[in-house]
T-cell receptor, first 108, second 116 residues
Framework: LAKTTQPISMDSYEGQEVNITCSHNNIATNDYITWYQQFPSQGPRFIIQGYKTKVTNEVASLFIPADRKSSTLSLPRVSLSDTAVYYCLAGGGNKLTFGTGTQLKVEL | GAVVSQHPSRVICKSGTSVKIECRSLDFQATTMFWYRQFPKQSLMLMATSNEGSKATYEQGVEKDKFLINHASLTLSTLTVTSAHPEDSSFYIC????????????FGSGTQLSVL
């Protein structure tokens, strides 16, 4: 399991693009990179997953460089409702371990 | 996406009683489910991995006799906190892996356990 490192917190304003970078230097060949969002007193919600290059869905984009030692979650035009903790996981196999996560706070 | 249902969402119990938490995968079969606990303002901590039809694998430091896990079917796993004490008060979250679609985990909504 690759250990992940993320910023503890980030602040942004409504309408801005937010990029959260995660470091996973020891990522294994078979590991996927997955991002989750968690609101207080709720279970984490899947946002996006990728293996390499760029992945985009209706809520976010995920950028993964060729060496795969880091990844960046990009949230376009955030709103107040995007205030949450965002977790980056790099792993595979039978379990995924959560790191500290990034508390994103969006203000008006 | 896949749906994982967790019940109850909140439970308050007296010290010494046992509490059962259910986790169901509603639209897919989950051969593997995971149980996490989370303290306020902390990350999720993996407690155990539950495999259908076999014994659960517990993480280091988690008492298997305290936290009983049963995964009797491909859609249901249960966590029983036996003889609960105030220090067991926490937010418990289950998740299921949908293997056919990669390494995604889908999570239940969590159970807030408060032991008086």
């Amino acid at each position: 399991l690759a250990k992940t490192t993320q910023p503890i917190s980030m602040d942004s304003y409504e309408g801005q693009e937010v990029n959260i970078t995660c470091s996973h230097n020891n990522i294994a060949t078979n590991d996927y990179i997955t991002w989750y969002q968690q609101f207080p007193s709720q279970g984490p919600r899947f946002i996006i997953q990728g293996y390499k290059t760029k992945v985009t869905n209706e809520v976010a984009s995920l950028f993964i460089p060729a060496d795969r030692k880091s990844s960046t979650l990009s949230l376009p035009r955030v709103s107040l409702s995007d205030t949450a903790v965002y977790y980056c996981l790099a792993g595979g196999g039978n379990k995924l371990t959560f790191g500290t996560g990034t508390q994103l706070k969006v203000e008006l | 996406g896949a749906v994982v249902s967790q019940h109850p969402s909140r439970v308050i119990c007296k010290s010494g009683t046992s509490v059962k938490i259910e986790c169901r995968s509603l639209d897919f079969q989950a051969t593997t489910m995971f149980w996490y606990r989370q303290f306020p303002k902390q990350s999720l901590m993996l407690m155990a991995t539950s495999n259908e039809g076999s014994k659960a694998t517990y993480e280091q430091g988690v008492e298997k006799d305290k936290f009983l896990i049963n995964h009797a079917s491909l859609t249901l796993s249960t966590l029983t906190v036996t003889s609960a004490h105030p220090e067991d008060s926490s937010f418990y979250i289950c998740s299921a892996r949908e293997g056919l679609r990669g390494e995604k985990l889908f999570f239940g909504s969590g159970t807030q356990l408060s032991v008086l």
